[in-house]
């Protein structure tokens, strides 16, 4: 990913709504979660929670499938692990200050 994508994605999730509610879209997995269950576990009004789903779609942290009347939310785990992944890629590389040991970044 990109640093404008990263940076789109981080300011999406940097609001504390659209947090959570990606959060329980990325817990529902593969099959995702019909937007009814998100509002009325999160207790949002429909308006409010289509406008943030709607910053999550741009972001490319979710997309949207319809079946039949209901509207499902699913995560694109792609975008999390490559938002994962910029924010990791350079971990520990400079070695400065004996840090490294403490580092956790994937081998």
């Known amino acids: 990913m990109g640093i404008d994508e990263v940076a789109k ?3 999406e999730l940097g609001h504390p709504t659209r947090l959570l509610i990606y959060k329980k879209i ?4 593969l099959p995702g979660i019909p937007v009814g269950s998100i509002q009325e576990q999160l207790e ?3 308006s409010t929670l289509s406008h943030h789903i709607s910053s999550l779609v ?14 499902y939310c699913v995560a694109e785990y792609q975008c999390l ?6 924010l990791q890629d350079e ?3 400079d070695d400065f200050a004996g840090q490294a040991d403490s580092c956790s ?3």
Do not use: D, M, W, Y
């Open 44 to 46: 949002i009004p429909g």
């Open 58 to 71: 741009s972001a490319g942290l979710i997309t949207q499938r319809r079946e039949s009347r209901t509207l």
């Open 26 to 29: 990325v817990k529902a997995g």
């Open 81 to 86: 692990v490559g938002v994962i992944h910029f």
């Open 91 to 93: 971990c520990c590389n």
């Open 9 to 11: 994605a981080l300011k």
């Open 105 to 107: 970044k994937p081998e």
